[in-house]
């Protein structure tokens, strides 16, 4: 089977069909045009606004009154001061670095390719116009910190283009010492509201107090042969045999509690340095170093099936054709492939956590603003990453949460009276924690902080480092405990309790009407189960017994347990309601199933088959997102063929010829990219960590080799893959029955071989 590959036969028209790069903090999409090239430029640290203060005056009391009346059984009096007296501004947007359009005499151009080699994360456009072979070859070197193009002739002199930056955000350009530069500045939302993107107040100012972040993209070329002129306006570049670009990006950012204005870091002079020092190398210098770092990475998995593979045909109709003929088992590998290669590029250490976009957006207001959805999207980016050898990207999330535990400790106290930390269903570059505005179902939930607190803990589980455990995860996750610790309440039967609560953007018939709030939901009493047996469970490890420990110790008995309704299935919500949506997008109630391990077929087999009826009852289909943690529902369910279906589900097309976007139903993109719709990038790694859990699971207690492989992967293997204990796995099977399998390192764990 051949190396991984997105390839097409025509030049990008939309952002979904072009080819992304990253290097961490710096992404770019390469649309391959031949008359001109579209090159979209971000960069991880570009977001509007600056450190504020949003936490709410008396928030705390009117949290009280909505308690007293979820108790008394009046939902939706609750949900009325929830939305009046406890929502606030959301949460501030990403934005685009700009785009580069890179202009060349138009021709009778044939024979044209464009390729993105996932292994070297390298973007590659070939094409013959009036005889002569043109060459573009681009990559983002994280070591350089730079996006390099280089443009090749197959005859002298036949290099000829001209460069120039366009950008929606204010902005100059300028040149100097045969650099051009464009120096811009990020917007400030004076009154965000994220439910309605369309409508944002982006804004500039004068004061330098809302003053947003700046930054200079900067563009330095170098020419063999040929004539070159740099300019205020552009690049020009006459009868050159070769040219290379070397594109940087740095921002005035200095952290998510200091102003980017009035104590920004240095930026001009600090992009400039990284395309001198780029170009000071040779291209062929770079491209090694380049190829050497990411393929450290990506090569310490692989993963083979046995069967067609179509990667010779475009990408886009390989889709279209995949539609009707499932018999291509190599576009499974290369949505595997995928996923790790945009975790490879969109998450390195010291950059930021990749939010609904990644690090790959164009638009200056993009859809909800692609901040950090952390009541499952955030979560979902980086599902895979312990599972496939990635640990090293994991650490921006990581970084984020410090981040959050640090200013959510001032909403906890603002809105709950209560001590530790909490986070809502958004954050942001400033790491805001309060609750958004607008509807109850989204802006109250304050789960997020004991659902990050998970990775940290799987963390260890995966790589066993104990020094991370004591000074990193074990910190954070006591103060997410002692936060629900402080606002656990006592039910009528004597269970612990957080009320009210809600359940992730979902609502249920209530009374004459619908209802968004209910004494309790189970996915908020999983979080807080699952949180306190890891604090517990690390606390023991580390030798650790405090106030938080004991309490929990005594409390975690005490939690409101898992229920299953009258109708078989696990319930939502306190007490059994009709759906309002029956087929809603959000599984919430079955966190306990995934990602957690509350639920297993092993230890609580009618919890497992109640969360069977609740899948089915709740529908195959979704939004790019929920068809992602549908597979991962599945194959911790050890039901390989329902998984199967649900990728074949992701794998639909979404853009048909004639660049026509299915509006509704997730979905692939031709680049792959996931759709919501709109472009989600949570749904390609909800895929990678899918397939990966179908092929290995692990507890800390046992390993199962190849728990969930449909009857379609009859033969293949895998290799790298990470178990918890950490330890390394290969496995190779045929025809259903596994032939040999490895184990290096880790913990001596009894293995299961479910074939």
């Known amino acids: 089977m051949s190396d991984s590959k997105l390839y097409f036969d025509a030049p990008a028209v939309l952002f979904e069909e072009a080819l992304p ?22 960069y991880d640290e570009l977001w509007t606004g600056f450190p504020r203060n949003e936490n709410r005056e008396n928030a705390a009391e009117a949290f009280k009154k909505a308690q007293a009346l979820a108790y008394e059984g009046k939902l939706k009096q609750a949900q009325k001061i929830i939305e009046k007296e406890i929502g606030t501004a959301s949460v501030q947007a990403y934005q685009p670095a700009g785009t580069l359009f890179i202009k060349r005499p138009s021709g009778d151009v044939s024979a044209y390719s464009r390729t993105l080699q996932l292994a070297t994360a390298t973007a590659e456009t070939v094409f013959t116009d009036a005889g002569t072979q043109y060459r573009t070859v681009c990559f983002t070197s ?14 002298p002199g036949a290099v ?20 051009f530069y464009a120096d811009a500045e990020c917007m400030f939302d004076s009154a965000p509201n994220r439910d309605h993107f369309p409508a944002r107040n982006f804004l500039y100012a004068d004061a330098p107090e809302q003053r947003g972040i700046r930054f200079r993209a900067a563009v330095k070329p170098l020419v063999e042969g040929g004539a070159i002129s740099v300019s205020k306006e552009g690049i020009e570049v006459q009868n050159a045999d070769a040219a290379t670009l070397f594109i940087a990006v740095e921002s005035s950012f200095n952290g998510y509690n200091k102003h980017p204005f009035t104590e920004g870091k240095e930026f001009r002079n600090a992009a400039v340095q990284k395309v001198n020092a780029a170009s000071a190398r040779r291209f062929e210098a770079l491209l090694k170093a380049h190829t050497d770092d990411f393929r450290r990475y990506y090569d310490r998995v692989e993963f083979t099936l046995e069967g067609k593979d179509k990667s010779d045909l475009p990408t886009d109709r390989r889709l279209l054709e995949f539609e009707n003929d499932k018999s291509d088992t190599g576009l499974y590998k290369l949505l595997f492939d995928y996923g790790r290669y945009l975790t490879i590029c969109g998450s390195r250490p010291g950059s930021q956590a990749m939010n609904l976009q990644g690090i790959w957006n164009k638009d200056a207001n993009p859809p909800w603003c692609a901040d950090y959805t952390v009541n499952i999207n955030t979560e979902m980016n980086y599902y895979p990453t312990l599972i496939c050898d990635l640990a090293e990207m ?7 949460l410090r981040g959050v535990c640090d200013r959510g400790q001032e909403t906890a106290k603002a809105y709950y009276g209560a001590r530790g930390f909490c986070l809502h269903h958004n954050t942001d570059l400033w790491r805001a924690c309060q609750p958004v505005n607008g509807a109850a179902q989204w802006l109250f939930w304050p789960m997020a902080g004991g659902w990050l607190c998970r990775h940290l803990f799987e963390q260890y589980e995966f790589t066993c480092d104990e020094a991370f455990l004591r000074d990193t995860a074990f910190p954070i996750m006591e103060k997410a405990a002692r936060f629900y610790l402080d606002v656990l309440t006592e039910d009528q039967n004597g269970f612990l309790i957080f009320a009210p609560s809600t359940s992730p953007e979902n609502k249920f018939k209530y009374r004459c009407g619908e209802s968004e709030v209910s004494l309790t939901t189970t996915m908020t009493m999983s979080i807080i189960t699952e949180l306190f047996g890891n604090v517990l469970q690390a606390a023991d490890i580390l030798g650790i017994s405090d106030d938080v420990t004991r309490e929990a110790k005594q409390a975690l008995p005490k939690l409101l347990p898992i229920r299953v309704g009258k109708d078989g299935r696990i319930m939502e919500w306190y007490n059994e309601h009709k759906d309002a949506e029956p087929h809603h997008r959000h599984i919430s109630h079955l966190y306990a199933l995934h990602p957690a391990r509350l639920i297993t077929p092993e230890k609580t087999p009618d919890l497992a088959a109640a969360a069977v009826k609740t899948l089915e009852a709740r529908g195959d289909d979704g939004t790019g997102w929920s068809l992602g943690w549908k597979i991962n529902f599945w194959a911790r369910l050890f039901d390989g063929n329902h998984a199967l279906k ?12 004639g660049h026509q976007i299915k509006k509704h139903g997730g979905g692939t993109y031709p680049n792959m990219f996931d ?12 895929a990678t960590s899918g397939i990966a859990e179908m092929l290995l699971q692990s507890d800390g207690e046992k390993i199962w080799l190849l728990p969930a492989l449909p009857d379609k992967w009859h033969t293949g293997s895998v290799r790298g893959l990470r178990a918890k204990g950490g330890a390394k796995v290969d496995i190779t099977w045929e025809n259903g029955k596994i032939t040999n399998y490895k184990i290096t390192g880790g913990k001596d764990l009894p293995v299961i071989l479910c074939r």
């Open 21 to 42: 790069l990253g290097a961490g903090k710096l992404g770019a999409m390469i649309y391959g045009g031949t008359d001109e090239n579209r090159i979209d430029l971000n």
């Open 142 to 155: 994280a070591p350089a910190d730079c996006l390099v193009i280089r443009m090749t002739a197959d005859k």
């Open 160 to 179: 000829c283009f001209s460069l120039r930056y366009e950008n929606v955000l204010r902005h100059e350009t300028g040149c100097g010492d045969g650099v």
């Open 394 to 400: 994991q650490e921006p999330l990581t970084d984020l």
């Open 646 to 657: 649900l990728i074949d589900m992701q794998l639909r097309p979404v853009v048909y010829p």
């Open 675 to 686: 759709a919501h719709p709109p472009f989600q990038i949570d749904g390609n790694f909800g």
